[in-house]
C-alpha cells in the first residue's frame, strides 16, 4: 500500500498566486458591498487558531466596509491606494502594517491606476462582520474626508 502524499510544504509564487492554492470570491455576491476583490487562504492552523490570507484588489476596487469584535493585522504586499481605519483615512503602499483593533470600521480601497493586494492575519474562530447602520454611515461621513472616501461606491 502507498503512503499517503504529505502536502508539499512550499509553495511557488507567481504573479501574485500561489501553488495548490484556490483563488476564491472575497464574499458572496449580494452580501455586501464591494468591488473587484478576491480573497487566497494562504495557511490554516487550528491549533495556532490561526488563518493567514491574501486579497487582491483590481484598480478602482475596495473591500466592505465593515467592523467586528476580532483584531487583525494587514500588510500590503502589492501596490497602493487608502485605507479607513476607524476615523481617518490613510494612504497606504506596498510594505505598510496596518492593525486594525476590535470595533473600529475598516475599509481598503485600490488607487484607479494600481492594484492592491494585501495579506491578512485572522483567529480561524472568529466573529462575523457587520455593516454600519444608515446613522452609523451618515456619522462617518460628517467628515468631509471620509465622505469622500467613501462616495467612491
Not at 502507498?2 to 508539499?8: E, L
Not at 466596509?65 to 506596498?94: N, P
Request: overall charge neutral; hydrophobic content about 35%.
Amino acid at each position: 500500500m502507498d503512503k499517503p502524499q504529505k502536502p508539499d510544504p512550499v509553495r511557488r509564487f507567481r504573479d501574485y498566486r500561489w501553488d495548490a492554492t484556490d483563488l476564491l470570491a472575497y464574499k458572496e455576491e449580494g452580501s455586501a458591498p464591494f468591488k473587484a476583490i478576491t480573497r487566497q487562504t494562504l495557511f490554516r492552523d487550528p491549533a495556532l487558531r490561526a488563518e493567514l490570507r491574501y486579497f487582491e484588489v483590481s484598480p478602482g476596487g475596495y473591500s466592505t466596509l465593515e467592523r467586528h469584535e476580532h483584531m487583525h493585522a494587514v500588510l500590503i504586499l502589492r501596490g497602493g491606494g487608502e485605507c479607513l481605519i476607524g476615523g481617518e483615512v490613510r494612504k497606504i503602499q506596498t510594505n505598510d502594517l496596518v492593525s486594525i483593533a476590535p470595533w473600529t470600521w475598516h475599509q481598503f480601497r485600490a488607487s484607479a491606476d494600481d492594484h492592491l493586494g494585501f495579506l491578512c492575519m485572522v483567529n480561524v474562530e472568529r466573529d462575523k462582520p457587520v455593516q454600519p447602520t444608515a446613522e452609523e454611515r451618515k456619522a462617518l461621513e460628517a467628515d468631509p474626508r471620509i465622505a469622500a472616501f467613501l462616495k467612491q461606491d
